[in-house]
């Protein structure tokens, strides 16, 4: 093994809260060392890190935290019983995801990379998408660099922030996108339209963290948290009623792709489709199959 282990705590904070579909999560991450090393593993082979259990945690929970099944967590952790978990306990992982959390950066392939936020970067989102009241520390965000095909078929370089645990996703997620061409009006953080989200959405940019409460409740969203992302938000509105938002949206909310251009058809998330497998392949939840409201444009992952 040429690639030093991390040592590593994660803890965990479950805040519930009740009467809101989405949970308000807060992460507390510890002796997070960061290593210096080269953040390309090249190895192929398992690499096990171990996981420190905290109360509430379930096998599925954990599995879902990191991407892994769950049979593969009982496979790696045979002398466990999942019903019996114990906080304080050690479980065996095999994750990217656990992996690269303490990385500085993490090259995917070319083109695809996260790091942590610099402090040019933290300077440029404090009081915008960073703002008072927002739950998680600059620490446990990452930049987030992509590519995209745009709606006239060039390359194009787009930048995200979320979520550490979400950053290994993104790459993969948006390196599969690149492949398949599958269009992307814009990727830019929301700092370019002063971290106002209606402004975004109505430019059809796609974005991840920024903070900011629940639309229609006081309650902070997955976004806050950077666990949430909007995708081409224009072609897939967020739907409550009467209200359509962004408000230049109102044509898409009728979903019968048939009724749209090719151009435009191909925006337009739908269950089964490619977006939307690798999102869930990974996890996630979409808004799109809320009875309501309806977030077309929204995938969120619940890490805890
Ligand atoms: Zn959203």
Same mark, same amino acid.
């Given at each position: 093994m040429? #690639?030093?282990?991390?040592? $590593?705590?994660? @803890?965990? !904070?479950?805040?519930?809260?009740?009467?809101? &579909?989405?949970?308000?999560? =807060?992460?507390?991450i510890?002796?997070?060392e960061k290593?210096?090393e080269?953040?390309?593993?090249?190895?192929?082979?398992?690499?096990?890190?171990?996981?420190?259990?905290?109360?509430?945690?379930?096998?599925?929970?954990?599995?879902?935290?990191?991407?892994?099944?769950?049979?593969?967590?009982?496979?790696?952790?045979?002398?466990?019983?999942?019903?019996?978990?114990?906080?304080?306990?050690?479980?065996?992982?095999?994750?990217?995801?656990?992996?690269?959390?303490?990385?500085?950066?993490?090259?995917?392939?070319?083109?695809?990379?996260?790091?942590?936020?610099?402090?040019?970067?933290?300077?440029?989102?404090?009081?915008?998408?960073?703002?008072?009241?927002?739950? #998680?520390?600059?620490?446990? $965000?990452?930049? @987030?660099? !992509?590519l995209?095909?745009?709606?006239?078929? &060039?390359?194009?370089?787009? =930048?995200?922030?979320?979520?550490?645990?979400?950053?290994?996703?993104?790459?993969?997620?948006?390196?599969?996108l690149?492949?398949?061409?599958?269009?992307?009006?814009?990727?830019?953080?929301?700092?370019?339209y002063?971290?106002?989200?209606?402004?975004?959405?109505?430019?059809?940019?796609?974005?991840?963290?920024?903070?900011?409460?629940?639309?229609?409740?006081?309650?902070v969203?997955?976004?806050?948290?950077?666990?949430?992302?909007?995708?081409?938000?224009?072609?897939?509105?967020?739907?409550?009623?009467?209200?359509?938002?962004?408000?230049?949206?109102?044509?898409?909310?009728?979903?019968?792709?048939?009724?749209?251009?090719?151009?435009?058809a191909?925006?337009?998330?739908?269950?089964?489709? $490619?977006?939307?497998?690798?999102?869930?392949?990974?996890?996630?939840?979409?808004?799109?199959?809320?009875?309501?409201?309806?977030?077309?444009?929204?995938?969120?992952?619940?890490?805890?």
């Amino acid at each position: 093994m040429s #690639v030093r282990r991390l040592l $590593l705590s994660v @803890v965990l !904070v479950l805040l519930m809260l009740s009467g809101c &579909k989405e949970k308000a999560p =807060e992460i507390v991450i510890t002796n997070n060392e960061k290593s210096k090393e080269s953040p390309l593993i090249k190895e192929k082979e398992p690499h096990f890190d171990a996981y420190e259990v905290v109360a509430g945690d379930t096998f599925s929970k954990i599995a879902r935290k990191f991407n892994v099944t769950e049979e593969k967590l009982k496979e790696w952790n045979q002398e466990v019983v999942p019903e019996a978990l114990v906080a304080g306990q050690s479980l065996q992982l095999v994750s990217p995801i656990l992996q690269y959390l303490g990385k500085e950066e993490v090259v995917f392939q070319e083109g695809f990379t996260y790091q942590v936020l610099s402090d040019e970067m933290i300077q440029k989102i404090s009081g915008y998408s960073y703002r008072e009241g927002t739950p #998680v520390d600059y620490t446990e $965000l990452r930049l @987030v660099n !992509v590519l995209y095909i745009d709606l006239k078929g &060039k390359n194009q370089t787009g =930048e995200l922030i979320v979520n550490q645990y979400l950053a290994q996703d993104m790459v993969e997620i948006f390196s599969h996108l690149f492949e398949e061409k599958y269009p992307i009006e814009e990727i830019s953080l929301v700092e370019k339209y002063q971290a106002d989200d209606e402004l975004s959405m109505s430019h059809n940019n796609t974005s991840a963290f920024c903070h900011r409460p629940i639309e229609g409740s006081a309650e902070v969203s997955y976004h806050s948290y950077g666990l949430a992302i909007d995708i081409n938000p224009l072609i897939n509105p967020y739907v409550r009623e009467e209200l359509v938002l962004p408000a230049n949206a109102s044509s898409y909310r009728e979903r019968d792709k048939s009724q749209f251009d090719k151009e435009i058809a191909q925006m337009m998330i739908a269950p089964g489709d $490619l977006i939307y497998q690798l999102f869930m392949d990974r996890g996630y939840e979409w808004g799109g199959d809320w009875t309501t409201p309806k977030d077309y444009q929204h995938f969120e992952k619940h890490i805890n």
